[in-house]
């Protein structure tokens, strides 16, 4: 029976495979995805415990809440005065870079930042094109700090075989709008990752982007995470990782 149904599912493949789909239902695949990751963010929302900061569903955005996530996530993980190490990738001007550098002062602490500081390396939805939301590479006086220009599949390698082995607790931002940069930053960082360490996440909603490159780099290291805050109805989230079986 069950060669059978082999035998007959390799058929209806080949058959489907045959006839090129593509070819007249290919502009349905893009908007198939959106709804597919509308659903999977919806149910992961769905599941989400309520953090002690959360204000889904207000309807209203604004970047005020941003900093009071992150001070949320500061005063409810006790690192006010703890070495930490932050990695931001998609530093534009750097506003959230600094605000970290400035609410977290030990000497102990390192801040990376990596950006191509071009605009953006391929188009990003409807509203912004390749190219978009470019910044010259701000002014850094801390010697904790330090920015990496260039795309991240150039700069990140490098960064992750010098890292050295830290019980510091890392903060990675992710705040690169794409999703095929946001995986790329992610599975890069998998190695150095443990449990303790914090994702925030600067546009999780958007489902085919960020919200989509955490669905496939979360099931696909079996990492398992817990809901420390969510504002702006879940456009900026932060993440404690919980679990990263083999890592």
């Excluded at 989400?48 to 900061?53: C, D, F, S």
């Excluded at 005020?64 to 534009?92: A, M, T």
């Excluded at 931002?173 to 150095?192: C, K, R």
Aim: one cysteine or more; a neutral charge; hydrophobic letters at 40%.
């Amino acid at each position: 029976m069950r060669s059978m149904y082999f035998r007959f599912n390799a058929w209806i493949k080949g058959l489907v495979l045959l006839i090129r789909p593509h070819l007249y239902l290919g502009f349905t695949e893009r908007l198939n995805l959106f709804f597919s990751n509308t659903i999977g963010l919806s149910r992961w929302i769905y599941h989400q415990e309520k953090a002690g900061l959360n204000d889904f569903y207000s309807g209203h955005r604004s970047g005020d809440k941003r900093e009071q996530l992150y001070q949320h996530v500061i005063n409810s993980q006790s690192i006010q005065d703890q070495p930490v190490d932050y990695v931001e990738f998609g530093v534009f001007g750097g506003q959230s870079f600094f605000w970290w550098m400035e609410h977290n002062r030990h000497s102990g602490s390192t801040f990376h930042g990596f950006d191509t500081f071009e605009g953006l390396p391929e188009d990003w939805g409807l509203g912004f094109k390749k190219g978009d939301m470019a910044s010259g590479v701000p002014a850094l006086n801390d010697p904790r700090g330090k920015f990496y220009k260039g795309l991240f599949q150039d700069t990140v390698p490098g960064f992750i075989k010098q890292f050295p082995i830290s019980a510091n607790k890392k903060i990675i931002h992710l705040d690169a709008d794409l999703f095929s940069s946001t995986l790329y930053a992610l599975t890069s960082m998998a190695p150095i990752i443990k449990p303790g360490d914090i994702l925030l996440f600067d546009e999780f909603n958007v489902p085919n982007h960020e919200f989509f490159a955490f669905k496939v780099f979360s099931e696909s290291y079996y990492i398992k995470t817990k809901l420390i805050g969510a504002v702006n109805d879940y456009y900026q989230v932060a993440l404690l990782i919980t679990d990263c079986p083999g890592l």
